[in-house]
């Protein structure tokens, strides 16, 4: 194009963009509102609305004539202004993965609801009994029962058996519409079109499997050793039920207790202070929230900007224990990302840079729950005893970080094998993956599938390397943090859960540019390097 032209077509680029937003904003809006009603009554009638409007926001990324459009103006080459380039970027990649026919994106959604619902509405049965998550949950932190234990483990997983063969025709026809477009398969279309490489992204999971390997299996010997006296059996005797968590993902608690310094107490006010002595005030945020059971809620937790401004909501399910503690704070980690994103910046820019930056943001905090310079200030831990205490709960932070490091590349791996040949044996491969990253024995004789049974595959796909990638960039931010914004030394610790310096940095640094710029660009901007294992490896080994 001849230079000349420039003007006319950046003026055709931000006429079509404004074009585009004035339909798609009040549309983002409603659908939003409604996924939250849903989430949180299990209303049918809401379901069926949330799955119409996805429906017609899906069909407007795939009219092909706008997507033509898009693709000429970036073989174009340059835009010389950079939130339109950045705008450009973003709608191209958005309208690729939706060029398929309307009827095939109408069959994706009814399943996408159809999984949704059934998550949300299903109560597993122990003893014949319908039971929650969180009282699964209960029996494998606190039962020395072991036959009861196995029961409320098999039935944590008894919605993968109800759900497997629709999420397998789901994946089947994500890969088709994939294999449409040109890509291998749906997993390698949402990589490549959400900025990341599949190759780099599995060489970093090979690189932590591998600086991960020995701390791990030290740990986990430990573990079995503990977990053996108390059930009394053989270490070889363990099975998955015995570990404190339907997937092991979490760690269990080992010699220090943190829940009595939790129970009885509203976590919403806790978090609400801490949060407001590190520069983010959410009172409105946790005003328009749900955070306790009820039935036909969503048994899950997740932080919602409904309107890419200040209408923010989180859901949970809140019993007072420190497993919701650091899920209160990972929400609204999340929370204030999305509220402290610039207002002014265009509509299609106003959302984290990417989701591993939210989900860094999320840990960071989230992280904060077994803190003990934490929990001295705003738990209300006596502070000798967080101290004494100090170095148990650096082992359990330390623990969390590895079991969840662990469980990710089970998930991860999973789930890229899933989309490379559904037809495979996956119930086995499952099993495979946790014996390999997890070491922990498979049920004898047991054939179901499991995987299914985890509401990421169906409701989140090819989302949770985020989670790793997200704690490796935690790790960076808390680093910089530390030892940067808040002068190092003995110190920083109390200043990291108490001055405001942290929320000044954080939204100057990470959360005010949105997505005006990529994640790498925003990473370089907030700590001066690009993403890197070392700080996070070096906290779970102890040496930060």
Request: aromatic share 10%; hydrophobic share 40%; proline share 5%.
């Amino acid at each position: 194009m001849n230079p000349t032209d420039a003007p006319s077509r950046q003026h055709a680029l931000a006429d079509f963009i404004e074009r585009l937003v004035a339909e798609l904003e009040p549309l983002h809006r409603r659908h939003n509102e409604v996924v939250w009603l849903a989430n949180i009554t299990g209303e049918r009638e809401h379901e069926e609305e949330s799955a119409r409007l996805e429906v017609q926001i899906r069909n407007l990324f795939a009219r092909p004539e706008a997507y033509a459009f898009l693709r000429d103006q970036m073989a174009a080459g340059e835009v010389a202004d950079p939130l339109l380039r950045r705008q450009l970027e973003l709608l191209h990649n958005d309208f690729r993965v939706h060029q398929i026919p309307p009827a095939t994106i109408e069959r994706m959604v009814a399943i996408e609801k159809l999984l949704e619902s059934r998550f949300n509405h299903y109560r597993a049965l122990l003893d014949g009994v319908p039971v929650t998550d969180n009282a699964i949950r209960d029996v494998l932190r606190d039962s020395d029962d072991g036959a009861r234990r196995r029961r409320a483990w098999e039935a944590s997983k008894q919605v993968g058996g109800e759900i497997a063969g629709d999420l397998l025709e789901l994946v089947r026809i994500r890969n088709g519409a994939a294999h449409d477009l040109g890509f291998p398969n749906y997993y390698s279309m949402m990589l490549e079109t959400d900025e990341l490489d599949e190759g780099e992204l599995f060489s970093v999971l090979d690189d932590l499997e591998a600086r991960t390997g020995p701390l791990f299996q030290a740990y986990k010997a430990e573990l079995d050793a503990r977990l053996a006296r108390r059930f009394g059996v053989a270490p070889e005797a363990l099975r998955p039920w015995h570990y404190g968590d339907p997937f092991f993902q979490e760690a269990p608690s080992a010699d220090v207790q943190i829940d009595p310094w939790f129970e009885g107490k509203p976590l919403e006010g806790l978090t609400e202070r801490f949060f407001a002595a590190v520069g983010f005030p959410i009172g409105e945020l946790l005003e328009r929230s749900d955070l306790y059971e009820k039935p036909g809620k969503s048994q899950h937790a997740f932080c919602l900007s409904v309107d890419r401004g200040r209408d923010i909501r989180v859901l949970c399910n809140v019993r007072s224990n420190e497993y919701w503690m650091g899920t209160m704070l990972h929400e609204f980690g999340h929370a204030v990302y999305d509220a402290s994103i610039d207002r002014g910046l265009p509509f299609l820019l106003r959302v984290p840079a990417h989701i591993l930056s939210t989900e860094a943001s999320a840990m960071l905090f989230g992280r904060l729950s077994k803190n003990p310079a934490w929990l001295a200030a705003w738990a209300g831990a006596p502070r000798e005893e967080a101290e004494r205490a100090g170095a148990a709960l650096a082992r359990a932070g330390r623990a969390q970080l590895l079991v969840q490091t662990r469980w990710n590349l089970v998930m991860c791996h999973m789930e890229r094998a899933l989309y490379r040949d559904p037809e495979q044996d996956l119930d086995a491969l499952w099993w495979d993956l946790v014996e390999r990253f997890q070491w922990l024995r498979r049920p004898d004789g047991r054939r179901a599938p499991d995987w299914a049974s985890k509401i990421h595959f169906s409701v989140a796909p090819v989302y949770y390397h985020n989670y790793l990638l997200g704690e490796i960039m935690a790790s960076q931010l808390q680093a910089h943090l530390l030892n940067e914004i808040l002068g190092g030394g003995a110190g920083a610790a109390d200043r990291l859960v108490s001055s405001p310096r942290v929320g000044a940095f954080l939204t100057e640094r990470l959360y005010r540019t949105g997505k005006s710029m990529d994640w790498r660009a925003t990473l370089e901007r907030a700590v001066g390097h690009a993403l890197s294992p070392i700080a996070f490896v070096d906290e779970l080994a102890g040496r930060a």
